[in-house]
């Protein structure tokens, strides 16, 4: 069973920028893909970005293309997301997801919830205008 836990998440104004991190514990997730999800309250859940389990294929919603960056360090079971020139629209609780890689098959695959086998329980990220 895969731990997930998220951090980093705070109150940032907009234009700012913050680093979430996610750290799996229980068992490896070097060979999972991860991606990173937002939920605004009375909203669902949104795809934000995602990486292979290599770390050399990175896949990001339209709206962050440019601003957020994914990473991965194996080494740490670590998952990054970067994200600079926050909105104040990006408010939301962010969660971290593993998936097995053989759930991805296609590209579109990463942006689709379903596919995850592991949550984390979020972080909170709140942008001010």
């Known amino acids: 069973q895969v731990q997930l836990v998220e951090s980093g998440g705070g109150l940032v104004q907009a234009g700012g920028s913050l680093r979430l991190s996610c750290t799996a514990s229980g068992h490896t997730v070097r060979s999972y893909a991860m991606g990173w999800f937002h939920q605004a309250p009375g909203k669902e859940r949104e795809f934000v970005a995602a990486?292979?389990?290599?770390?050399?294929?990175?896949y990001y919603a339209d709206s962050v293309k440019g601003r957020f960056t994914i990473s991965r360090d194996n080494a740490k079971n670590t998952v990054y997301l970067h994200m600079n020139s926050l909105k104040p629209e990006e408010t939301a609780v962010y969660y971290c997801?593993?998936?097995?890689?053989?759930?991805?098959?296609?590209?579109?695959?990463?942006?689709?919830?379903?596919?995850?086998?592991?949550w984390g329980r979020g972080t909170q990220v709140t942008v001010s205008s």
């Open positions: 997801a593993a998936g097995d890689p053989m759930g991805f098959p296609e590209y579109s695959d990463y942006s689709n919830p379903t596919r995850y086998d592991f």
């Open positions: 990486v292979d389990w290599s770390g050399g294929g990175t």
